[in-house]
């Protein structure tokens, strides 16, 4: 599952690439977002920045309220469900990545492995949005089975991607229409494995729901 993306083009290139709003203007974003932290989405023709993750409420043993946890990432077979429901039909959105991140190698020294769409500067995931009393409006990536392509050596799970022709279906489509987007990407992926260090934050948060 993606627990770390990477976009360092800046909001007015990412606005033009969607044809978009920039709607970000002053805000500020890490070029490498985790769970929690600000990212950028296009959603209603704006690109701007909301928190990627679904605000995940906890109760602790005495039932006290805990501190939220974000849930990042919406299994494709799990967008009907009562958790997703009414995001997925009614407020999709586009992720624009450079590249997502994967760990692998054994516990305690796992690296970051990124993946990427080769020869395109940017490209979309698909993503769902809604307005939360805790984070503000806040965003979630849809995942798919990896099965087939080449991101198969690295999870078994990989972001569903949304072509340049598809992006008006995903956004403005019925439930219905979008849903048949969500498998996996049929093109080919860039993989650079590398020795930096995966971050532990990253891999602490709940992820995939």
């Known amino acids: 599952m ?3 993306t990477r976009m360092t083009k800046n909001v ?3 606005a033009k690439w969607f044809e978009a709003v920039d709607g970000a203007r002053g805000a500020n974003f890490a070029a490498e977002v985790y769970p929690g932290y600000t990212g950028l989405v296009l959603a209603e023709g704006t690109v701007r920045p909301m928190v990627w993750g679904f605000p995940l409420v906890l109760k602790g043993k005495q039932g006290q ?3 939220p946890k974000p849930v990042n990432n919406a299994r494709s077979d799990k967008l009907a469900t009562g958790f997703w429901r009414q995001a997925f039909t009614h407020q999709r959105c586009l992720i624009p990545l450079e590249a997502w991140g994967e760990a692998e190698g054994p516990k305690g020294r796992m690296t970051r492995t990124w993946l990427r769409v080769p020869d395109s500067p940017l490209f979309a995931a698909a993503g769902v949005w809604r307005r939360s009393d805790e984070w503000g409006d806040c965003y979630a990536m849809v995942m798919t089975d990896s099965a087939g392509t080449e991101a198969a050596s690295v999870h078994e799970r990989m972001p569903v991607l949304i072509a340049s022709a598809d992006h008006a279906r995903w956004l403005g489509g019925t439930a219905h229409e979008a ?3 969500c498998r996996s990407w049929p093109g ?3 993989i650079e494995r590398t020795a930096e260090a995966w971050a532990r934050s990253a891999a602490q948060q709940p992820g995939l729901f």
Do not use: A, G, H, Y
């Open 2 to 4: 993606c627990n770390l």
């Open 12 to 14: 007015d290139e990412v």
């Open 65 to 67: 309220p805990l501190k």
């Open 179 to 181: 849903f048949s987007l």
């Open 188 to 190: 080919p992926l860039s």
